[in-house]
């Protein structure tokens, strides 16, 4: 979940000059690339979680995968601030999101078990990359300061969270569905949140930007997939 956030928004007022406007661009490029560089180790790692049969393990313990996923998650999240302007930063970013690769291939084995489980891995990341596209789009023409919608999201993000670990115990399937809906809708605001705060200038560290949108799209992605394959998995 994306409970951690980085620094609050703090949207630049009026134009800044040929320096502010550099700085800006440089943030938003860097933040770009290291979220496409983000998606590798987070593949390896799924891979990896796969392969190894440590899905199968988090499968079988269900809670003690929890306290595995917010220790380690929250643990690297902040080593990950505490050390964002140094180059250890993005090496601690990069082991972040081989992390949660890892924690992902519970997710990934249960739909790739499937029959059609690989079609329903490649919609769920066609379907995050149009929210990406959709949520990059509104950001740089939405004038509007949103970051009024942060305090409420996170609040969003927490019950969620809470809601997650209470139906590890409660095995309510309507509530699960439910938690999924509300994910995808919370955090794709989120990243229109993130992504107009790096745009306007309010976010000026590449690896905290990278980060929050990073958590944004994990948390799309995976709710998505799980919508997917509980109403169009093939399971003969």
Known sequence: MNEYRPSPFNRSGAYAGAPGEVVRNKVLRNTYWLL?????????????????????????????????????????????????HSSLGVVLLLAFTFFMGIMLSRLLGFVLGMGNGAQLVMTAFGGTAVVFGTMATLATSIKRDLSSMQKWLFT???????????????????????????????????????????????????????????????????????????????RE
């Open 36 to 84: 496409a560089l983000s998606l590798i180790p987070t593949v390896l790692g799924a891979a990896v979680g796969l392969y190894t049969g440590v899905n199968q393990v988090m499968m079988a313990s269900p809670g003690l995968s929890a306290i595995v996923f917010l220790a380690g998650a929250f643990g690297l999240m902040f080593a990950i601030e505490k050390n964002k």
């Open 156 to 234: 969003g993000a927490v019950v969620i969270l809470v809601a997650a670990l209470a139906n590890i115990f409660l095995q309510m399937p309507a509530l699960m569905l439910t938690i999924s809906v509300l994910a995808i809708v919370i955090f794709s605001a989120f990243m229109l949140v993130d992504l107009q705060r790096v745009v306007n200038g309010g976010e000026t560290n590449y690896v905290s930007a990278t980060l929050a949108i990073y958590l944004d799209v994990y948390n799309v992605f995976s709710n998505l997939l799980m919508l997917l394959g509980i109403f169009g998995g093939d």
